[in-house]
């Protein structure tokens, strides 16, 4: 009886791998991989986790990502921003801590949001942003630019080159930047 059970168990577990490598492909390689953008400035550490789709001959931003609705600023898992410094964002102070990144691309400008709630997903199961504006920290408007050089896969960066630190989002032609600052810490 034991060993009927142990090979019936056996079959069973054969079964589910060869339906998870040949179905659910779970050894392929994601389409919206995890990335990190990290900096580290004297005592400041910023670090943005988050997933990269790709273009992939598509149109983006007014197709794939509508206009004028809340975006989860990459794939997958909900964007993390997160500061181990208060920082000085367009006027407005965002405390040290882990935020989620939220925006609205619009044709001229978008709006840029910092959510104090974590969560797990970007999206519900109707592919609804599970983002809550009633925990928005900070919210912004930044100015759209567009490059000459097509960016396959959507990146997120910091850019000191200049000794002004920005938080840069690209996708396809389109480029964002927020630009941060350290907070005045009192004497």
Same mark, same amino acid.
């Given at each position: 009886?034991? *060993? +009927?059970?142990?090979?019936?168990?056996?079959?069973? @577990?054969?079964?589910?791998?060869?339906?998870?490598?040949?179905?659910?492909?779970?050894?392929?390689?994601?389409?919206?991989?995890?990335?990190?953008?990290?900096?580290?400035?004297? #005592?400041? *550490?910023?670090?943005?986790?988050?997933?990269?789709?790709?273009? +992939?001959?598509?149109?983006?931003?007014? @197709?794939?990502?509508?206009?004028?609705?809340?975006? +989860?600023?990459?794939?997958?898992?909900? %964007? %993390?921003?997160? %500061?181990?410094? #208060?920082?000085?964002?367009?006027?407005?102070?965002?405390?040290?801590?882990?935020?989620?990144?939220? %925006?609205?691309?619009?044709?001229?400008?978008?709006?840029?949001?910092?959510?104090?709630?974590?969560?797990?997903?970007?999206?519900?199961?109707?592919? =609804?942003?599970?983002?809550?504006?009633?925990?928005? @920290? !900070? =919210?912004?408007?930044?100015?759209?630019?567009?490059?000459?050089?097509?960016?396959?896969?959507?990146?997120?960066?910091?850019?000191?080159?200049?000794?002004?630190?920005?938080?840069?989002?690209?996708?396809?032609?389109?480029?964002?930047? !927020?630009?941060?600052?350290?907070?005045?810490?009192?004497?």
């Amino acid at each position: 009886m034991l *060993k +009927r059970l142990l090979i019936l168990l056996s079959i069973i @577990a054969i079964g589910l791998l060869v339906y998870c490598v040949f179905v659910e492909n779970i050894f392929s390689p994601r389409l919206s991989p995890k990335d990190k953008a990290k900096i580290t400035l004297n #005592d400041l *550490k910023l670090e943005v986790e988050y997933n990269r789709p790709s273009k +992939r001959d598509r149109n983006i931003f007014g @197709a794939l990502v509508p206009y004028n609705k809340v975006w +989860r600023t990459g794939a997958n898992e909900a %964007t %993390t921003f997160e %500061t181990n410094k #208060d920082l000085m964002i367009d006027g407005m102070v965002l405390k040290k801590g882990k935020y989620t990144l939220w %925006t609205v691309p619009m044709e001229d400008t978008w709006k840029v949001m910092f959510n104090t709630r974590q969560y797990q997903w970007g999206v519900n199961e109707k592919m =609804e942003p599970m983002w809550d504006p009633n925990f928005d @920290a !900070i =919210e912004l408007e930044v100015p759209v630019q567009d490059i000459e050089e097509i960016v396959e896969k959507f990146t997120i960066a910091f850019d000191n080159k200049t000794g002004n630190l920005k938080l840069t989002l690209a996708w396809d032609q389109t480029l964002i930047e !927020i630009p941060l600052n350290t907070y005045p810490s009192k004497p």
